[in-house]
Every structure is written in structure tokens, then in C-alpha cells.
């Protein structure tokens, strides 16, 4: 059984940091692209940082640039994102997804090409 298990959520101040951690099991995790994805109440939701699958490519939302650090590890089967600078906007549910083996690139990133969710993570920033 495929799992994605986010964690690492909670409340922060702004300019705070937070980590988050994706554990995945029940599928060859080196063979996959692994994602975080955001949703705000009222929004849509957006990709914010995406990594492949031996993480030579990287893909950061700009609103996230310079900010966020995404990170994984295959042995562990397990992805990171370390969340600096953290502003009240980035107040969402944070999402851990796996790439549809054989998607786009593009289509990955903007959470078209997603073949599994793990369950969300809150986060939110404020004072």
C-alpha cells in the first residue's frame, strides 16, 4: 500500500521556521519525483516545491524562492522542506505528493501529474 506521511506542521511567528517531513512507503521511492503542494482557505492550490526523483532537478514556486529548501533522502524514503523566513501567506495545508511515473515535468509541478496524496500537514504563521 502506497503512503505518503507528512509532518512537521504547526504554528510559527513570522520570520519563523518550520521543517516538514514526507515518509513515504509501499513503492521503490528512488523512482520517483516527490512534491509539496499548499492550500489556503478560499485558494487554490499551488505546487510549491518540487524535487525528481535522484534530485538533479528542483522546482521552486517564486513566492517560495531563496525561502524554502526542499531535500530528500532515498534511503530513508523520506523528503524534507525546511521552511525559513516564513510570512503569514504561507499559511496552508501542506501537501506531500508522488509524480505519475512518466508525466511532465511541468504538469508535475503545477499538481496535474499527481498520482497519490498523502494527507496534509498544517501550517500556519502569524502573530
Known sequence: EVQLQASGGGWVQPGGSLRLSCAASGFTFGDYAIGWFRQAPG????????????????Y????????????????????????????????AVYYCARRRYGSTWYRFVVGNAVDFWGKGTQVTVSS
Open 60 to 91: 521552486y514556486a517564486d513566492s517560495v524562492k531563496g525561502r524554502f529548501t526542499i531535500s530528500r533522502d532515498n534511503a530513508m524514503s523520506t523528503v524534507s522542506l525546511q521552511m525559513n523566513s516564513l510570512k503569514p501567506e504561507d499559511t
Open 43 to 58: 485558494k487554490e492550490r499551488e505546487g510549491v516545491s518540487c524535487i525528481s526523483s535522484l534530485g538533479g532537478n528542483i
